[in-house]
């Protein structure tokens, strides 16, 4: 089947000033739409074009060879920026960390501003292009990890609750070469009450 680029949860505008409208269009109605198509080019008329993306993801080392870096670029380009947009959220819709979210937050970091510190580093850190994320480990615990390229933590059996993207294409218009500038920017966008929800699936499951 092929894999539908979901509709933004919000307007390109919506996140202004902290991400700008410019940046949003280019960067969801031509990157992203570009992964989603390039990854069911790369599936169509394979045993994979049935298959849910998230489910190749998560077993992508068995996908077969000859569409296996087409698949991981490509679809994890789709899966992760889709990730990315359901986790934003204008910033009068944003707060803090929900209940389940801030406690576990506080029990592994020890506050919200040393998670914060910690998150800001490892997203300012990935060297070239990549991602950082809070994810849910086997133990059931929260932790920071860094993904380069496209590759995505679910490939890893890890459930991820939050993502930054931190490829240059996602806030270089406005913030030019100042990726801490853009980090800082993002905390005023997370939409805690879908990260809260996938942290109670993660640990759920």
């Keep these: 089947m092929a894999y539908e680029q979901p509709k933004l949860p919000f307007e390109f505008d ?4 902290h991400f700008d409208k410019e940046t949003l269009e280019i960067h969801y109605s ?22 849910e993306l998230y ?26 920026h889709s990730f990315f947009w359901d986790i934003l959220c204008p910033a009068k819709e944003s707060g803090k960390p929900l209940e389940n979210t801030e406690k576990a937050i506080n029990e592994v970091f020890g506050s919200f501003e040393e998670f914060k510190k910690q998150f800001s580093d ?31 933590p679910i490939s890893m059996g890890l459930k991820p609750v939050l993502v930054i993207d931190v490829w240059e294409h996602a806030y270089y218009l406005k913030f030019r070469n100042l990726r801490p500038n853009y ?23």
Excluded at 14 to 17: A, Q
Excluded at 35 to 45: M, P, T
């Design 14 to 17: 919506s996140l202004e000033p």
């Design 30 to 51: 031509k990157h992203h739409a570009t992964y989603c198509k390039k990854f069911n080019d790369a599936v169509v008329g394979t045993s994979y074009d049935s298959v």
């Design 55 to 80: 489910d190749i993801l998560v077993d992508i080392e068995n996908v077969e060879e000859k569409i296996r870096t087409a698949v991981r670029n490509n679809g994890g380009g789709a899966w992760n």
């Design 122 to 152: 490892a997203a300012t850190t990935v060297f070239g292009s990549g991602w950082a994320w809070l994810v849910v480990n086997a133990s059931g615990k929260l932790e920071i990890i860094k993904t380069a390229n496209q590759d995505s």
């Design 183 to 205: 980090i800082e920017e993002f905390f005023n966008l997370i939409n805690w009450k879908r990260v809260e929800e996938y942290f109670r699936e993660a640990r759920k499951g």
